[in-house]
């Protein structure tokens, strides 16, 4: 199996409007869509958030005689403290191939929103990752934590400020994922467009001091033209701290396969 791409927007997101089709047309093994679900998201007046289920199924039937992709179906779950009952409650009745867990928001406002701009950097960040160790203390789904930097890409960080405010924190995090075997994403996004590749190489090595070893490359994309994104600069980044092999889930099995080349 090759290595597919693993963070993917469509129509059913909120802030996409990528058809399936266009995606397919890149001809990849396998197709995962992991659209947004974020209760009273901000980003959306507070709205819930919730991709149509039935619509994803009878996607995935109208396509499945068109294609020889096998198609997956996934989820990029926003977690705000409080809402986890009716998160699960939710993907009780609506099985998921590939969780993706992500801290968007705070039930106040997402941490790309402009309002962050006019609060301090590092009591924003002190939230954020505040927020991200309580979710993974008590929302037991998922197979991915995404873009651990979300909550910085409004402002400027450098790695010393990371090492130096965040360290403790940012090692803790890392050691709950690790405890819970899931994924550390390499997200495309933060990478290339939002100029966070810095964080990343000092993010790696901390995850791997704590035994990390689950890696996924992710591109974020919300249009087709974004397949893959970033995916050759982000495995030589892994390649530099001597990662070989990337993670696949797919339901309660999970694969490694080679990174993509570079």
């Known amino acids: 199996m090759n290595y597919y791409d693993q963070h993917l927007h469509t129509f059913l997101s909120f802030d996409s409007n990528e058809q399936f089709e266009h995606y ?13 679900f974020d209760l009273k998201n901000p980003y959306s007046n507070f709205h819930d958030d919730i991709p149509d289920y039935p619509r994803l199924v009878e996607k995935h039937q109208q396509l499945q005689d068109t294609t020889s992709t096998h198609l997956l179906k996934g989820i990029e779950i926003g977690v705000v403290p409080g809402q986890e009952q009716q998160i699960l409650d939710y993907l009780h009745d609506h099985p998921y191939d590939l969780k993706l867990i992500s801290i968007h928001q705070n039930g106040t406002f997402d941490y790309m929103d402009d309002a962050v701009l006019k609060k301090d950097k590092f009591d924003v960040a002190k939230i954020y990752f505040e927020q991200m160790s309580t979710v993974l203390d008590s929302f037991p789904e998922g197979h991915i934590m995404t873009h651990f930097d979300y909550g910085l890409r409004r402002f400027d960080f450098s790695q010393e400020e990371l090492a130096q405010h965040f360290e403790t924190e940012l090692t803790t995090i890392f050691k709950k994922i690790v405890a819970r075997e899931l994924a550390m994403e390499i997200n495309a996004k933060s990478f290339g ?40 600069a982000m495995s030589k980044l892994l390649r530099s ?20 080349e570079a």
Request: net charge negative; charged share 20%.
């Open 241 to 260: 701290f001597d990662v070989t092999e990337l993670a696949v889930f797919q339901g309660t099995e999970r694969m490694m396969t080679d990174l993509p």
């Open 24 to 36: 397919l047309a890149y001809q990849p093994e396998f197709f995962v869509a992991t659209d947004h």
């Open 193 to 232: 467009p939002y100029k966070n590749a810095h964080l990343y190489e000092y993010a790696i090595p901390l995850y791997q001091s704590v035994g990390g070893k689950l890696f996924t490359l992710g591109s974020d994309a919300h249009v087709a033209s974004d397949y893959r994104l970033d995916f050759a």
